[in-house]
């Protein structure tokens, strides 16, 4: 099996398989192993712990553009009240009827 990684993953796996004496090939397939019966372990309710070192090379959304889609979302809202493209509910109103909601069950 081939698996290509980013040109970043790959210098800090090669990296890392020459500072532990191993070729890139046996150290991915050494991290991967791991990283497998970890989850297996956690899967059968055993108490394994995946810390951030062991998803660092995981692709995962850059915080930055989230936190910009969240402000443009937060600004088109914003927008659709002021052009009265939505109607608002009171606070108040929403919250009684969660109260509502929460008694009956």
Same mark, same amino acid.
């Given at each position: ?10 210098? @800090?796996?090669?990296? /890392? ?20 019966? $970890? +989850? /297996? %372990?956690? $899967? %059968?309710?055993?108490? *394994? ?13 850059? %915080?930055?553009?989230?936190?910009? %889609?969240? *402000?443009? /979302?937060?600004?088109? !809202?914003?927008?659709? +009240? +002021? *052009?009265?493209?939505?109607?608002? +509910? ?6 009684? /009827?969660? @109260?509502? !909601?929460?008694?009956?069950?």
């Amino acid at each position: 099996m081939n698996i290509t990684v980013p040109p970043e993953l790959a210098k @800090r796996l090669l990296a /890392e398989a020459e500072r532990r004496g191993l070729t890139p090939d046996q150290y991915a397939s050494q991290v991967v192993g791991d990283y497998l019966a $970890r +989850i /297996e %372990q956690a $899967r %059968q309710g055993e108490s *394994a712990s995946l810390d951030q070192s062991d998803v660092a090379g995981v692709d995962r959304p850059n %915080q930055a553009s989230i936190d910009a %889609q969240w *402000a443009a /979302e937060a600004e088109k !809202r914003v927008q659709d +009240i +002021i *052009a009265n493209q939505v109607q608002t +509910i009171p606070a108040e109103k929403v919250f009684h /009827e969660l @109260r509502g !909601r929460h008694s009956q069950q």
